[in-house]
């Protein structure tokens, strides 16, 4: 069982620095944000470091290792592998090993597990550690159908007992840290990310990630920042806000409502992996990223195509890289039939040829 106390002593929280404000006096482009430090906030988990403290969501289907390896190359963040299923993981089902090529051991990446069963999640977590991991997230947010519909991710949330001896017996499984993604609660009548996030900090959780809306409300409406500073408020570990974070005005804006420690970006990346960087930068004054334009972005996305053809092979990789190419070709604002050229295309080869034609829109605007 983690010592909580030492924990707490540990992450090292450096006060608050200059003003809670991002200003953008011209519109929403990156060239016209005067940047102002809102806060210098530091903690380590194990030997992971959040400086500053923003992290890639977990996205099924599209936080694969070869994005995250792309969003990694810009610099900063925690990278979160997709919900990876413990039983079936553990069981070695097929395809899963696969999905689960986690870059466990690699600087600043997190693997998340999903499950019902106290046993399943334990083992799970025992073998990614084994393999290097450096830390370990537990799902409670998923809201698809095929996850709560056995009593896994979001659905815990109802049952908070259960969610804790899941959180307990990982905890109790590694040497590692252990994290914590949920949501505001399963539905309005049930708002307990709270009370759940104290208990999981009492059973060794060393950090939260609370997504603005309950399960109920799918990705609908609009993400509520202001409800995470009750859990902020019900913990003293460090909490994370995620939720339509999608450049550096609004994660300002989910810093100064929630109260959070420091920002999880999901949605907002596709299509623009140095969006993480870009974030840090603004807001707390890391090193800003070349964000690529022309001939550097059309080899971006080339060297991202392929990686994602060797990684899943021909007939499964051309079929993921379909949303990505579709993201950059929203960036690079392609017309419609070039577009649609490019993505039905199933000759690797002539999609490479396609690429630079189809990315040689200026996207910079759309950078932010």
């Known amino acids: 069982m983690v010592n909580c106390l030492k924990f707490r002593q540990a992450v090292g929280v450096v006060p608050l620095q200059g003003a809670d404000s991002l200003s953008n006096t011209e519109g929403f482009g990156y060239k016209t944000l005067t940047r102002t430090r809102i806060r ?103 809201p698809a159908k095929k996850v709560t519909s056995g009593y896994s991710g979001s659905a815990l949330l109802k049952t908070p007992d259960h969610a804790l001896s899941l959180i307990e017996a990982v905890v109790e499984a590694v040497d590692i840290p252990v994290t914590l993604k949920t949501r505001l609660g399963w539905d309005d009548n049930c708002l307990n990310a709270a009370s759940v996030a104290a208990r999981a900090e009492q059973a060794g959780i060393q950090m939260v990630t609370i997504h603005g809306r309950t399960r109920c409300q799918f990705y609908k409406g609009r993400a509520d920042w202001a409800a995470i500073r009750a859990v902020k408020d019900a913990v003293t570990l460090p909490v994370l806000a995620n939720g339509d974070i999608v450049d550096s005005q609004t994660a300002t804006e989910a810093l100064q409502r929630s109260g959070a420690d420091g920002v999880m970006i999901g949605r907002g990346i596709q299509g623009k992996p140095w969006l993480l960087a870009q974030v840090a930068s603004d807001l707390w004054g890391s090193a800003a990223p070349q964000v690529p334009e022309g001939p550097e972005f059309i080899h971006m996305v080339s060297a991202h195509y392929e990686a994602m053809l060797t990684f899943y092979g021909r007939d499964l990789g051309l079929r993921v890289a379909r949303k990505h190419l579709g993201w950059y070709m929203d960036l690079a604002q392609t017309p419609a039939p070039l577009r649609r050229a490019v993505l039905i295309e199933k000759d690797p080869a002539e999609v490479l040829r396609l690429l630079p034609d189809a990315l040689s829109q200026p996207q910079r605007e759309g950078a932010a």
């Open 40 to 142: 210098q906030l530091s903690f380590t988990l194990g030997t992971t470091s959040l400086t500053p403290p923003i992290a890639l969501a977990p996205m099924a289907g599209i936080t694969d290792r070869p994005f995250r390896d792309l969003v990694r190359s810009f610099g900063v963040g925690l990278m979160v592998s997709e919900m990876v299923a413990s039983q079936e993981m553990v069981q070695s089902k097929p395809g899963v090993r696969e999905r689960a090529e986690l870059s466990a051991d690699v600087e600043n990446t997190s693997v998340q597990l999903a499950g019902r069963e106290a046993s399943w999640m334990a083992e799970a977590a025992r073998q990614v550690a084994d393999r290097g991991a450096r830390m370990i997230d537990i799902n409670m947010g998923c």
